[in-house]
């Protein structure tokens, strides 16, 4: 696939980058190389490679869920500076 100077403005107006005409054609030859080797890369034979999401294997880590008893409400609630029946009062922090 050729990279015309047309795609650079294209992809750099999305991207938000102003690109003097030295850098959009620094910028062309650069993304010419890197689509040529994307079709080299396309040339390998994957055939029989099963398709992979992540290089190393990745487990998730978790725990069991276990009911425990939590703390006693009345007894967080003691330091308070402001508090109602249930919960911490604080100031309002957005209007």
């Known amino acids: 696939m050729k990279i015309t100077e047309e795609m650079v403005d294209y992809v750099a107006g999305l991207s938000r980058l102003r ?30 490679v099963e398709p992979l999401s992540h290089v190393l294997p990745v487990c998730n880590v978790t725990r069991p869920d276990v009911v425990e008893p939590s ?11 402001k508090r109602d029946e249930a919960t911490f009062l604080v100031p309002k922090a957005v209007e």
């Not at 703390?71 to 500076?81: C, I, M």
């Open 71 to 81: 703390f006693d409400r009345e007894a967080l609630l003691r330091g308070a500076p």
């Open 19 to 48: 690109l003097d005409p030295e850098e959009r054609g620094d910028m062309t030859r650069e993304l010419e190389q890197i689509v040529s080797y994307m079709d080299v890369l396309s040339q390998v034979d994957t055939q029989g």
